[in-house]
């Protein structure tokens, strides 16, 4: 595989909990970015690094955006840290083309939020309960290898309403054991770039050790891809064409006056 065919994804923690609690430390050691990092880079195609909210500027530089194809995003406990110049980056470079997937409690990020635009609120509960994730899309790319649903044994619960957009793509539903149903999967574009949000991925859960899991992310990073990437920019047009003078008053209405309508 060539240089500039490899997808360069960049991902991101903030690696809180894998610090201050052994139970997530169990799980994820080295926290839960090196887990999806390594996965990702199983594969010929795809290029990952990591980057978390310790680092300066959160380890998203103007250099490392310029260099990521797609960002994935897992924060929780540590949304209101996160630099509001580091969030408006990640915006314009998503509005260029670059892909962003938003993983789990990444729904209440600021960028997710900046992104959409709605609240994002949902309802949650955490009883290690059964989760279905039904897949709606066999023919989208996010769910090549993927049967009809993938099944967690013990998650915690998201609920709807979730406050988002309508999805320009509902690509998983989920159902809960304790009744709940949620959008578990959904794709949209802002600007030149794609969005992919997935449910799965609470910390105290081994969710990103799950190869199905892992496949759906794979997945969604080669749909995030970007097809283009422009800088944006408003500027005054000259016609493509010979526009004929219109030297004449026009009203209020901008309709030109004629002498019986004048006076
Ligand atoms: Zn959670």
């Not at 430390?25 to 199983?42: C, E, F, R, S």
């Not at 408006?88 to 997710?112: D, N, P, T, W, Y």
């Not at 994002?120 to 955490?126: A, N, T």
Request: with cysteine; glycine share 8%.
């Amino acid at each position: 595989m060539s240089k500039s065919e490899t997808i360069k994804v960049t991902v991101w923690n903030e690696f809180v909990h894998e610090q201050e609690h052994d139970a997530v430390k169990k799980i994820y050691p080295d926290g839960m970015h090196t887990v999806i990092a390594d996965a990702l880079n199983q594969n010929d195609d795809i290029v990952a690094r990591t980057a978390t909210l310790q680092e300066p500027e959160h380890g998203l530089t103007e250099e490392v955006l310029a260099q990521t194809d797609v960002l994935t995003w897992w924060g929780h406990a540590a949304h209101d840290k996160v630099d509001d110049e580091v969030v408006a980056r990640v915006q314009k470079r998503v509005l260029e083309g670059m892909g962003l997937i938003c993983l789990h409690s990444a729904h209440f990020s600021k960028i997710f939020r900046r992104m959409l635009g709605t609240n994002c609120s949902l309802k949650w509960r955490e009883v290690a309960e059964k989760e279905r994730l039904w897949n709606l899309e066999p023919g989208h790319p996010i769910t090549q290898g993927i049967g009809q649903y993938i099944e967690l044994p013990n998650t915690e619960m998201y609920g709807e309403r979730f406050d988002i957009p309508t999805p320009d793509k509902l690509i998983f539903v989920s159902w809960f054991e304790g009744g709940e149903v949620f959008r578990s999967g959904c794709c949209w574009e802002r600007g030149h770039g794609r969005i992919f949000y997935f449910r799965p991925g609470h910390e105290t859960y081994p969710i990103f050790h799950n190869a199905e899991v892992i496949k759906v992310i794979t997945n969604a990073v080669r749909w995030a891809k970007p097809r283009v990437q422009i800088t944006d920019v408003c500027p005054n047009s000259k016609p493509l064409e010979t526009i004929s003078p219109k030297d004449v008053d026009f009203g209020s209405a901008g309709i030109e006056q004629s002498s019986d309508t004048v006076g």
